[in-house]
């Protein structure tokens, strides 16, 4: 009779080794490790893209709103130390009259200006100062005249074409432009330059009449009857 089989033979199952365990454990990190990177990848992309058309939905937001304020203004005001005429190429300062939407019967002036310190688009009526917009690096103002050239006269501005480019966290720069006319412009009347009438340079006394300038003289008519 043969002897009775070992006992991992009858009903017994042998244990895993330690080898197949850490190898098993290598395993299961891998596949942690990567499904946690894949998931920070896109996490941090969904982010980036959403910084940035928060950054793109506050640039539009934020021209629009100076554009709507600028049609209603009738003239550009100078801004000191801005040039020689008073324009700067990241600033704009309006005259808004009486009969707006926004202080209804009382005119006032308003600036538009870039903060570079802050990246800010700025808003400013006398020493109050609203934010309009974030992550703006640059303001680009180009004022124009009624036939679409650019102009540094105050007066003459027709046209403001306003650029913002606008960097969020961790994305690529945009360009947002717009261009508004001012609709209630005032007009400085110019009157027309008077032509110049030619007149006869004085002669001396004793000095001939040139022949170009002597009158012809015909027979002499009837008389008149009494």
């Known amino acids: ?3 009775a089989p070992p006992y991992w033979r009858v009903g017994h199952r042998r244990g895993w080794s330690i080898l197949e365990l850490i190898l098993a454990l290598s395993l299961v990190s891998m596949a942690v ?10 996490i941090r992309s969904a982010q980036i893209t959403a910084n940035r058309l928060d950054a793109q939905q506050a640039a539009r937001r934020a ?3 100076v554009t709507e304020e600028l049609r209603w203004a009738d003239a550009v005001l100078p801004e000191p130390g801005c040039g020689p005429f008073g324009l700067c190429a990241d600033r704009v300062r309006v005259s808004i009259p ?3 939407p926004y202080r209804r019967d009382v005119p006032y002036d308003v600036l538009f200006q870039h903060n570079p310190r802050q990246r800010e688009l700025e808003r ?10 974030s992550w703006i690096d640059r303001v680009e103002v180009t004022f124009l005249d009624t036939g679409g050239r650019p102009t540094d006269v105050p007066a ?6 306003i650029a913002l ?14 261009e508004v006319a001012l609709r209630n412009r005032r007009v400085v009347y110019t009157p027309p330059t008077p032509r110049p009438v030619w007149r006869p ?26």
């Open 124 to 133: 400013r009526i006398g020493r109050t100062v609203n934010n309009l917009a």
């Open 1 to 3: 009779m043969r002897g």
């Open 156 to 161: 003459g501005v027709a046209h403001v074409r």
């Open 98 to 100: 009486s009969g707006n």
């Open 33 to 42: 490790v990567g499904i946690a990177g894949a998931t920070r990848i896109t």
């Open 201 to 226: 340079s004085p002669r001396g006394v004793g000095e001939p009449i040139p022949p170009d300038r002597v009158v012809p003289t015909g027979p002499p008519g009837p008389s008149e009857p009494r």
């Open 63 to 65: 021209i629009d709103r």
């Open 165 to 178: 480019l606008v960097s969020p966290p961790d994305g690529p720069p945009v360009v947002i432009e717009s």
